[in-house]
Nanobody
Framework: QVQLVESGGGLVQAGGSLRLSCVASGPPFMFGAVGWFRQAPGKERDFIAAITWSSGSTTYADSVKGRFTIARDKARNTVYLQMNSLKPEDTAVYYC???????????????WGQGTQVTVSS
């Protein structure tokens, strides 16, 4: 079974950047999709971005378009989330997940990481 581990979170000032990583242990991705979600305190977990592993095609939530970029490195079996122009409202725990398709619905994902905290100060 694929296990996902996120890293790269931390504290950053508004306007700054962070790059999150999602590494898969066990069988390599090879197919399907990887998505990023986030959950702020007291709120539901929301879709951010997803990438289809084979083609590299991507999809984004409107709230992060133009600021966040999702990419994959096949050799490293890793998916990245580059986050630029961060805002205080981006503060949340960020999760990566593995699914069969690049969906916005978290129910379409079968494996989840433990999450990494991102805090953006104003």
């Amino acid at each position: 079974q694929v296990q996902l581990v996120e890293s790269g979170g931390g504290l950053v000032q508004a306007g700054g950047s962070l790059r999150l990583s999602c590494v898969a242990s066990g069988p390599p991705f090879m197919f399907g999709a990887v998505g990023w979600f986030r959950q702020a305190p007291g709120k539901e977990r929301d879709f951010i971005a997803a990438i289809t592993w084979s083609s590299g095609s991507t999809t984004y939530a409107d709230s992060v378009k133009g600021r966040f970029t999702i990419a994959r490195d096949k050799a490293r079996n890793t998916v990245y989330l580059q986050m630029n122009s961060l805002k205080p409202e981006d503060t949340a725990v960020y999760y990566c997940a593995r699914g069969l398709i690049a969906a916005t619905d978290q129910g379409r994902y079968q494996s989840w990481g433990q999450g990494t905290q991102v805090t953006v100060s104003s």
